[in-house]
């Protein structure tokens, strides 16, 4: 078995997380943030890939205390588990992932992951080793399910959402869109990685929701499933 998988991404109309440059770009606003905290507060995990580390440094916190609170009054630890897929060990030490705010954190690595580098990222994190050369992402869904983890939060990079999608392993999928054109062929998108062409079926969505935000739009999709890998 494995989580309920929630992707969550800022794009802009032209469909682009980020520059060329991997430089974040603020997409959305306050409201849209408010709803992001409010979704990720809901979550047994959040995840990200070591791209989006290295380059925006998230902490992957709940910032609303009184989401917090509520957590709190649940039973709840204040943050959900923070997830890192990184194959080969890249998280830096001094990430902020690691370092703010109280609450379990794991680190995904493949077997091609260094031996040291797995015992530097055992001192701030649990190390779970999936897969040979990169993340196997079922296999590690499942042992976050293992672990007590039923609704999980993907925020990122690119790269990763891709690769859930690739593999059937998305269940929802909210997308603001903002009123900006970033451009540039080498651009992050949502879904990035090697595609699919004509010739092998694509991920079907349906949508589950549509409202105005702030100068966007933000779309709510649920992923069609037509047979065990979630295609149609």
Same mark, same amino acid.
């Given at each position: 078995?494995?989580?309920?998988?929630?992707?969550?991404?800022?794009?802009?109309?032209?469909?682009?997380? @980020?520059?060329?440059?991997?430089? =974040?770009?603020?997409?959305?606003?306050?409201?849209?943030?408010?709803?992001?905290?409010?979704?990720?507060?809901?979550?047994?995990?959040?995840?990200?890939?070591?791209?989006?580390?290295?380059?925006?440094?998230? @902490?992957?916190?709940?910032?609303?205390?009184?989401?917090?609170?509520?957590?709190?009054?649940?039973?709840?630890?204040?943050?959900?588990?923070?997830?890192?897929?990184?194959?080969?060990?890249?998280?830096?030490?001094?990430?902020?992932?690691?370092?703010?705010?109280?609450?379990?954190?794991?680190?995904?690595?493949?077997?091609?992951?260094?031996?040291?580098?797995?015992?530097?990222?055992?001192?701030?994190?649990?190390?779970?080793?999936?897969?040979?050369?990169?993340?196997?992402?079922?296999?590690?869904?499942?042992?976050?399910?293992?672990?007590?983890?039923?609704?999980?939060?993907?925020?990122?990079?690119?790269?990763?959402?891709?690769?859930?999608?690739?593999?059937?392993?998305?269940?929802?999928?909210?997308?603001?869109?903002?009123?900006?054109?970033?451009?540039?062929?080498?651009?992050?998108?949502?879904?990035?990685?090697?595609?699919? @062409?004509?010739?092998?079926?694509?991920?079907?969505? =349906?949508?589950?929701?549509?409202?105005?935000?702030?100068?966007?739009?933000?779309?709510?999709?649920?992923?069609?499933?037509?047979?065990?890998?979630?295609?149609?």
């Amino acid at each position: 078995m494995r989580p309920h998988v929630v992707v969550n991404v800022a794009v802009s109309a032209d469909g682009k997380l @980020s520059t060329f440059e991997r430089r =974040q770009v603020r997409i959305s606003g306050q409201a849209d943030f408010r709803r992001v905290d409010r979704l990720k507060a809901g979550m047994d995990a959040v995840m990200v890939g070591i791209g989006t580390v290295l380059a925006d440094d998230p @902490s992957l916190t709940v910032k609303d205390p009184a989401l917090i609170t509520a957590r709190e009054a649940a039973g709840r630890p204040p943050h959900p588990i923070r997830v890192v897929v990184d194959s080969n060990g890249r998280c830096p030490p001094e990430a902020t992932v690691f370092h703010r705010g109280p609450g379990q954190r794991v680190v995904a690595v493949s077997k091609a992951c260094p031996p040291e580098r797995r015992a530097t990222l055992g001192e701030y994190a649990t190390v779970i080793v999936a897969g040979d050369e990169r993340v196997d992402l079922a296999a590690l869904l499942e042992r976050l399910h293992a672990i007590g983890v039923e609704r999980i939060m993907v925020e990122g990079g690119g790269t990763l959402i891709g690769a859930l999608f690739e593999e059937g392993l998305v269940d929802e999928l909210y997308v603001y869109i903002g009123n900006m054109i970033i451009g540039g062929a080498d651009a992050p998108t949502l879904a990035d990685g090697p595609g699919r @062409s004509a010739a092998r079926p694509f991920v079907r969505l =349906q949508l589950a929701g549509m409202e105005p935000c702030e100068e966007g739009v933000l779309l709510h999709w649920r992923v069609k499933k037509g047979d065990e890998s979630g295609f149609t």
